[in-house]
């Protein structure tokens, strides 16, 4: 063989070598790739949610993304989408529902439009006088029984965090009951903040969180109620000019996931992320009264609007027209579970 073509047969082998070579490679790579695309690739919960970071909710939302990656070391990842950047409230429960989120925590009023009224026992008007007792409801038996109500609608609730007492806000004067009176007020879609609202002659109108803001500047409502957490954030002082410290409700949230999503996780890493959520539900309950207490303070010192603390003797004043609220809604939400909360604090709408 002369030299020539021994160089060409080694030429023609290295090709057919290079070709081999290049087709390993790319079947390799698709290997590695599909292999991503499922055992390997962290599972991803996208939290969604409607208030701004700096919040109780927000806050613990992002704990529980830093607690929850630390624990399964990287085998989770979350994905906190705040401020309604996702979906706003009646869609974000149906995009659980959906499995395109993995992970909300709507206020406790948020529930009645799924059909689960229940819930709207938490929006009872005066219901609860501080935190420790709202606790022996949310960290007790019926607050079990309640999450619990939730699990036919293919949801599974792992935790309820706390946001705190409403105060109730308005461009018009809200010093007295007869105040209010015919007053357009934004509410949660809560058959029990209607009735509320009613019982105080205000026209409710029930509209999503994200359009609060611009409903009361533009004047489409002259006000609302909210913990001033949100309602600081919000900037929702700034226009409004009276914040009543009414402490006359309570805001909460239920943090919940889809059950498949959760159902399919690997059990090592459920364990993990309950773990996350117990450290993140003492987080978010911890510093739910201090960030509360803080807005109010920063609503005070903005001097945008006027901050009214009721007297002993006003605040009887709206209790007397709103505690008969309870007795109205018991159709709704269920005289047994009504009771039950009321076993559990001591409340006795017969004793103002
Ligand atoms: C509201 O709609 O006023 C609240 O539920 C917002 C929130 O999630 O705290």
Same mark, same amino acid.
């Given at each position: 063989?002369?030299?020539? =073509?021994?160089?060409?047969?080694?030429?023609?082998?290295?090709?057919?070598?290079?070709?081999?070579?290049?087709?390993?490679a790319? =079947?390799?790579l698709?290997?590695?790739?599909s292999?991503r695309?499922?055992?390997?690739?962290p599972?991803?919960?996208?939290?969604?949610h409607?208030v701004?970071?700096?919040?109780? %909710?927000? %806050?613990?939302?992002?704990?529980? *993304?830093?607690?929850?990656?630390?624990? /399964?070391k990287?085998?989770?990842?979350?994905?906190?989408?705040?401020? =309604?950047?996702?979906? *706003?409230?009646?869609?974000?429960?149906?995009?659980?529902?959906?499995?395109?989120?993995?992970?909300?925590a709507?206020s406790?009023?948020?529930?009645?439009?799924?059909?689960?009224?229940?819930?709207?026992v938490f929006d009872?008007?005066?219901?609860? !006088?501080?935190?420790?007792?709202l606790?022996?409801?949310?960290?007790g038996p019926?607050g079990?029984?309640?999450?619990?109500?939730?699990?036919?609608?293919g949801?599974?609730?792992l935790?309820?965090?706390d946001?705190?007492?409403?105060?109730f806000?308005?461009n018009?004067?809200?010093?007295?009951?007869?105040?209010?009176?015919?007053?357009?007020?934004?509410?949660?879609?809560?058959?029990?903040?209607?009735?509320?609202?009613?019982?105080?002659g205000?026209?409710?109108q029930?509209?999503?969180?994200?359009?609060?803001?611009?409903?009361?500047?533009a004047?489409? $409502?002259?006000?609302?109620?909210?913990?001033?957490?949100?309602?600081?954030?919000?900037?929702?002082h700034?226009?409004?000019?009276?914040?009543? $410290?009414?402490?006359?409700?309570?805001?909460?949230?239920a943090?919940?996931?889809?059950?498949?999503?959760?159902?399919?996780l690997?059990?090592?890493?459920?364990?993990q992320l309950?773990?996350?959520?117990?450290?993140? /539900?003492?987080?978010?309950?911890?510093?739910? *009264?201090?960030?509360?207490?803080?807005?109010?303070?920063?609503?005070?010192? =903005?001097?945008k609007s006027?901050?009214?603390?009721?007297?002993?003797?006003?605040?009887?004043?709206?209790?007397k027209?709103?505690?008969?609220v309870?007795?109205t809604?018991?159709?709704?939400?269920?005289?047994?579970?009504?009771? %039950?909360?009321?076993?559990?604090?001591?409340? !006795?709408?017969?004793?103002?």
């Amino acid at each position: 063989m002369s030299s020539h =073509s021994t160089h060409e047969s080694v030429r023609r082998v290295c090709s057919g070598c290079r070709l081999l070579a290049f087709l390993l490679a790319v =079947s390799l790579l698709a290997a590695c790739d599909s292999g991503r695309g499922t055992s390997t690739a962290p599972p991803v919960i996208r939290f969604s949610h409607v208030v701004a970071n700096d919040t109780p %909710k927000g %806050k613990a939302a992002e704990f529980f *993304k830093k607690r929850a990656e630390e624990l /399964t070391k990287g085998r989770v990842k979350v994905e906190v989408y705040p401020n =309604s950047t996702l979906y *706003k409230d009646k869609e974000e429960l149906e995009a659980l529902q959906l499995g395109a989120v993995q992970m909300l925590a709507p206020s406790l009023a948020k529930f009645g439009p799924l059909g689960v009224r229940e819930f709207e026992v938490f929006d009872l008007p005066y219901l609860f !006088d501080s935190y420790g007792e709202l606790h022996k409801v949310t960290q007790g038996p019926v607050g079990r029984q309640l999450l619990a109500k939730l699990e036919p609608k293919g949801i599974k609730g792992l935790a309820y965090w706390d946001n705190g007492f409403k105060v109730f806000s308005s461009n018009q004067p809200i010093r007295t009951v007869e105040d209010f009176a015919g007053q357009r007020m934004r509410i949660q879609p809560s058959k029990v903040l209607e009735a509320q609202m009613r019982a105080l002659g205000v026209l409710p109108q029930v509209m999503a969180f994200s359009e609060v803001y611009q409903a009361l500047q533009a004047g489409v $409502v002259d006000g609302t109620e909210n913990p001033p957490s949100n309602l600081y954030t919000q900037n929702m002082h700034e226009v409004q000019k009276y914040v009543r $410290v009414s402490n006359h409700g309570y805001l909460g949230y239920a943090v919940i996931t889809n059950d498949k999503f959760w159902d399919a996780l690997p059990a090592e890493v459920r364990g993990q992320l309950e773990q996350a959520m117990r450290e993140s /539900t003492d987080y978010a309950n911890q510093i739910a *009264k201090e960030e509360n207490d803080a807005a109010l303070e920063g609503v005070r010192k =903005s001097g945008k609007s006027t901050v009214y603390v009721p007297t002993g003797e006003e605040r009887l004043a709206f209790k007397k027209v709103l505690v008969p609220v309870h007795k109205t809604m018991e159709s709704r939400i269920g005289k047994e579970t009504i009771e %039950k909360v009321y076993k559990e604090t001591g409340f !006795d709408p017969s004793k103002l």
